[in-house]
C-alpha cells in the first residue's frame, strides 16, 4: 500500500527566549507512517504536542530534528527543511490543511475563499465555483451567505467555510485539526461522510477528534503522542 505521509526522528522543542531561553521539550523520535486510504487519528492528552505534529506535518513549524517525507506528485520529498518557497508548492499540490480557525481576506465572499485553492493551480473558474457550490451545499451553509465575507459568520459557519476549503482540491494527503469541533451533529455527520469519501479515493488523513463519536467512526486506526520527558 502506497504511503502517502511519513515522518523519521521527527523531534520538537520550543525555547522561551523571553523567559531565559527555558527548553520546552514536546516530542521525541516520531516515527509515523500513513497510507492511502485510512485515516489515522492523533490521540493523547491535552498537551500532549497533537497540534505541534499537525502542524509540523505541514510544515508551520520546523523540527529540532528529523525528516517530514510527503507523496509529492508521485515523489517521496523531505518539506522538514525545504525552503518555503517549496515548501508552498507542495502545499498548493499535495497537502490539504483544515485549521480551527478561518484566517480569510475580509470582503472577500464565502464562495470565493473557497474557490481560491483550486483557482491558484489554474482550475477552470466554472467548475471551481460548482464544485465549491455542491461542498458549502453539503455542509448545510445557507445561500444568501455564499455572496458575503465570512468575518461576519458565527464560528460554526466559519468552519464550514474552512472545512469547504480543505477539501475544494482532491489532495493525496489531508491534515484536519479539529474540524468538527464547533458543529453540530448534523453538519458532524457531514465531515465523516466527506473524510470517508477521500480516503475512498486515496488520500491519507491525519486528524485531530476530541469528539469521541466522530473520532471512532473516522479512524483506521490511533497514534498516540507522548510528551517528551
Same mark, same amino acid.
Given at each position: ?11 520538537? /522543542? ?14 521525541? #523520535?516520531?516515527?509515523? /507512517? ?26 508551520? *513549524? ?15 520529498? #523531505? ?5 518555503? =518557497? *517549496?515548501?508552498?508548492? !507542495? ?5 490539504? *490543511? ?10 472577500? /465572499? ?35 451567505? =455564499? ?23 482532491? *489532495?493525496?494527503?489531508?491534515?484536519? #485539526?479539529?474540524?468538527?469541533? /464547533? ?21 491519507? !488523513? ?13 479512524? #483506521? ?9
Amino acid at each position: 500500500m502506497t504511503i502517502r505521509l511519513s515522518t523519521r526522528n521527527l523531534t520538537k /522543542s520550543f525555547t522561551l527566549h523571553t523567559q531565559g531561553g527555558v527548553v520546552i521539550p514536546v516530542f521525541k #523520535d516520531i516515527n509515523l /507512517s500513513v497510507h492511502a486510504g485510512e485515516c489515522v487519528c492523533l490521540h493523547g492528552p491535552s498537551g500532549a504536542g497533537k497540534s505541534t505534529l499537525l502542524r509540523s506535518l505541514y510544515a508551520n *513549524y520546523k523540527p529540532d530534528f528529523g525528516q517530514v517525507l510527503v507523496d509529492h506528485l508521485g515523489t517521496l520529498v #523531505d518539506i522538514a527543511g525545504a525552503e518555503p =518557497w *517549496y515548501v508552498k508548492t !507542495v502545499r498548493q499540490t499535495s497537502i490539504g *490543511y483544515v485549521s480551527q480557525f478561518l484566517r480569510a481576506v475580509p470582503r472577500i /465572499s464565502a464562495i470565493d475563499v473557497v474557490m481560491e485553492p483550486a483557482i491558484a493551480l489554474g482550475a477552470d473558474i466554472e467548475a471551481a465555483r460548482s464544485k465549491a457550490e455542491s461542498l458549502l451545499d453539503r455542509l448545510h451553509v445557507p445561500k444568501r451567505l =455564499w455572496s458575503l465575507a465570512p468575518a461576519t459568520f458565527s464560528g460554526g459557519e466559519q468552519q464550514r467555510i474552512n472545512i469547504a476549503r480543505g477539501f475544494i482540491r482532491d *489532495y493525496p494527503i489531508l491534515l484536519l #485539526d479539529e474540524p468538527t469541533a /464547533s458543529l453540530d451533529a448534523t453538519n458532524g455527520a457531514a465531515v465523516v461522510e466527506m473524510i470517508a469519501d477521500a480516503k475512498k479515493r486515496g488520500a491519507a !488523513v491525519v486528524g485531530i477528534f476530541h469528539d469521541e463519536e466522530i473520532r471512532n467512526a473516522v479512524a #483506521d486506526r490511533y497514534f498516540n503522542v507522548g510528551t517528551a520527558s
